[in-house]
């Protein structure tokens, strides 16, 4: 039986139970007075006046730099409100801007602007233009299926089917054909395209006689993105106007303290700028864009077959740390490096071994060469705001794990890839010199390649990809981590790991194994509070994450208190007391001299695992000395002092940024394949899903998705229609079935520029 008809008559009636009440403080509708007022006590509490849509973002109010090319002495704007990311409520800061390079807005060909000047139109698009779409019902019902839901095709299909057989009595179209329209609709999205393409590398050097090593013969395709390409793309996106920096900056209190906020906050961005004027003063009123990387091998299956994936992430440096935490497409994914594999009886060759490190370097110095022109001479680039810039690029920090430090500082492991302490006393409390560039090359001139590795932890036969670019120093880029060398390193896998060892060794299995189950129930007990996790089985799990870690911090120095000695909860409770200060999101000089006394207060309490035997000192067989808590990982909190004045706040260059984006760039990708060659599949899944975030934005920024879906199609449906016509959802012919298209026709066809590399 068809479906009842709607009289044009009732239709107002029809859609009277689907209507939705809006929030008058923000864009979002709810369906009942419960939901809005749940909403409105949790996210507009302290609102007190509603805002008019679309509101604004909390954001530091930008620096308007003068229009005159000539130096300018250092501006101070006293009385600048921050946003709540970069210091509480009721603060009043002043803000310092670099005299030289402070983002001058210019035309299209580079010419700057008298202060004041509009931007020009963000697009001459017209306001009900949904190109390629032809209806905010079939953009909206694409980015459901492929970005929300991830439909299937056989699950898309099925609904295009039920679509047509609902409205064919009415004469309405579905909003696509079936999957394969829908895909190519997406594909024709001309906003946020950053096409894939290959390159191979293959290993040059002298190959033995006989039967050779199938590493040595083999290919490896290395798959990446543009990256200019991709940095203009986000540079250019109106979601981070308030919430972007257009120049380093010095920030105080009302004191008249120095706050360490965001990146361009720190000493590194303010000191690059001053080498890039002195080196070339034609740079004045450019824009400094700080390049962040971040590598990472990730996992994204346990069966069998090729499920390791080694995935390459790209950031602006000068967008907020908040930005960049909350999954707002501010970290994008440019590249898979290859992963090379060898027989068993050569994987830990000392050749095949420096091949993987060599690949590596080429293949990111390779990927990054487009950056290199736009590294010394400056170009015109659009920002959030509308207004062209001329912007000068410079690799910024890496975000990178100990392995990836190791990989990329080219030390030996076990070594600290920023200073050159020995690998024997990284718990010395005296500091020695930074590592640089300029004296990594000395040490090469000056002694061999044995030398190097014993006694200053260098692996000479390597160049950094650093090298390749101005101004680049990776000893100086690598940035703290938090979740591998504060809450997972040191807390999880060496303090709470030592406490487990120390009840076994003091007491013996039995009674220790005891004492650990008194521990568990204790961890258990906590009561239930907001911000308290409750562990019903104890701590004991077979794999943890970082959330899991974070939330053991609260409860367990309760939980052991009687049970170990007192310098041992005394190590713990200092360790936090300066884990909870690395995890701020402002700092100021006043932090970080209580983070360095912290931290000398935990490396006197920690010393009682040395005594009582569970770290103790010792010597290898080869007669090298061995110390218990010479540990890389927790060395490096001394270096957090030092990250903060450089770079901000660390919370802001966290691995866990690029271990949440490999959800949604490399996990959930590989889950919507078909698991046979899974990567062309993925490669063409990023790219659609950037398609639909940069077509999201841009219909957001021409004020298109006001209000939510239903609204406006019930404004279109009941506006008075003059030739009486039926108006129908969406208006557009059904085309035929089409195949959905292959990996080949899907990603664009690069010319293969083959990177060598040699082995002497």
């Keep these: 039986m068809p479906p ?39 996210y507009h509490r302290h609102t007190r006046t509603p805002v008019q849509y679309p509101p604004n973002p909390a954001g530091k109010t930008p620096h308007t730099p003068s229009n005159s090319l000539s130096p300018s002495p250092d501006v101070n704007v006293p009385n600048l409100t921050p946003p709540p990311t970069s210091a509480p409520a009721g603060i009043r800061v002043s803000m310092t801007c670099h005299p030289h390079l402070d983002g001058r807005p210019c035309d299209a060909e580079g010419n700057p602007l008298e202060m004041g000047t509009p931007p020009p139109p963000y697009t001459s698009a ?36 039920a679509f047509t057989a609902f409205g064919y009595p009415f004469g309405a179209a579905p909003p696509f054909a079936d999957c394969a329209d829908m895909h190519r609709t997406i594909d024709s999205t001309p906003l946020g395209d950053a096409p894939w393409c290959s390159f191979t590398a293959q290993y040059t050097g002298l190959i033995p006689e006989g039967e050779a090593p199938s590493w040595m013969t083999a290919k490896y395709d290395v798959w990446c993105r543009d990256p200019r390409t991709v940095l203009r793309n986000m540079l250019a996106n109106p979601d981070f106007k308030d919430e972007i920096n257009y120049a380093p900056y010095r920030e105080y209190d009302k004191k008249g303290e120095r706050q360490y906020d965001n990146l361009m906050l720190g000493n590194w961005a303010w000191r690059h700028a001053d080498t890039i004027y002195a080196a070339d003063p034609s740079t004045l009123g450019a824009m400094l864009i700080p390049i962040i990387l971040g590598s990472d091998k990730t996992t994204v299956s346990v069966a069998t077959g090729q499920n390791e994936y080694y995935p390459l992430y790209i950031s602006l440096g000068n967008i907020f740390n908040n930005v960049r935490r909350a999954h707002r497409n501010a970290v994008a994914i440019i590249g898979f490096l290859a992963i090379p594999k060898s027989e068993r009886k050569d994987q830990n060759s000392k050749l095949f071994r420096k091949f993987r490190r060599q690949l590596f370097h080429c293949s990111l110095s390779r990927i990054l060469q487009p950056l290199r022109p736009g590294m010394t001479m400056p170009e015109v680039t659009r920002c959030p705001d509308g207004h062209f810039r001329r912007v000068i690029y410079d690799l910024g920090p890496y975000i990178a794990d100990y392995p990836e430090q190791v990989l990329a500082s080219c030390i030996v492991q076990g070594w600290c890839p920023l200073c050159s302490k020995r690998n024997d006393g990284l718990d010395a409390s005296e500091n020695i010199g930074h590592r640089s560039r300029e004296h990594t090359e000395q040490l090469l001139k000056t002694f061999d390649l044995m030398t190097l590795w014993e006694d200053y932890g260098v692996v000479g036969d390597l160049i950094p990809f650093t090298n390749d670019f101005p101004r680049a120093d990776i000893h100086e880029l690598l940035s703290g981590d938090i979740l591998h060398q504060v809450i997972k390193g040191t807390f999880k896998d060496h303090l709470v790991t030592w406490i487990g060892e120390y009840l076994i060794l003091e007491h013996g299995e039995a009674k220790g194994m005891k ?51 007192d310098d041992m909860v ?38 009682i695992f040395r005594t009582t035997g569970v770290r103790p000192d010792g010597v290898r067989a080869n007669g090298k000395r061995i110390n218990g808590l010479s540990l890389p990982r927790q060395h490096s909190l001394d270096h957090y002092p030092r990250h903060i004045r450089e770079f901000g706040a660390p919370n802001g260059l966290c691995s866990s940024i690029t271990e949440s984006k490999h959800i949604k760039a490399v996990k959930e990708p590989w889950r919507r394949s078909n698991r046979f060659h899974a990567l062309g599949q993925m490669l063409l899944t990023n790219q659609r899903l950037d398609k639909l975030a940069a077509a999201r934005t841009d219909f957001e920024a021409r004020g298109m998705l006001n209000g939510s879906l239903l609204s406006s199609i019930i404004m279109l449906a009941t506006q008075p229609n003059e030739d009486s016509t039926p108006t129908t959802l969406v208006d557009q012919e059904t085309t035929a079935p089409a195949t959905c298209p292959t990996q080949a026709e899907a990603i664009p066809e690069e010319e293969e520029a083959a990177v060598s590399v040699v082995i002497r």
């Design 4 to 42: 009842k008809r709607i009289e044009p008559g009732s239709r107002t009636k029809f859609y009277g139970s689907h209507q939705r009440l809006p929030c008058p403080y923000c864009p979002h509708e709810f369906r009942n007075l419960s939901g809005l007022s749940q909403h409105k006590n949790a």
């Design 515 to 565: 004492i650990m189950d008194e521990i568990d129930r204790r961890i258990a007990a906590v009561p239930h509070f907001p911000g308290l996790r409750c562990f019903h089985q104890g701590w004991d799990f077979k794999q943890w994450t970082g959330d899991d870690s974070k939330a053991l911090m609260k409860v367990y120095i309760p939980a052991i208190v009687g049970l170990v000695p």
């Design 126 to 161: 017209m306001p009900d233009d949904w190109t390629p779409y032809n209806s905010r019902l079939e953009f909206e019902m694409a980015d459901f299926l492929f970005t929300k839901s991830q439909s299937s095709g056989r699950e898309v299909n099925f609904l295009m089917d």
């Design 570 to 607: 005394q190590s713990l409770s200092t360790f936090m007391e300066a884990c909870y200060i690395i995890r701020r999101s402002i700092h100021t000089d006043t932090t970080i001299k209580k983070l360095e006394d912290t931290l000398a207060d935990f490396r006197r309490h920690r010393e």
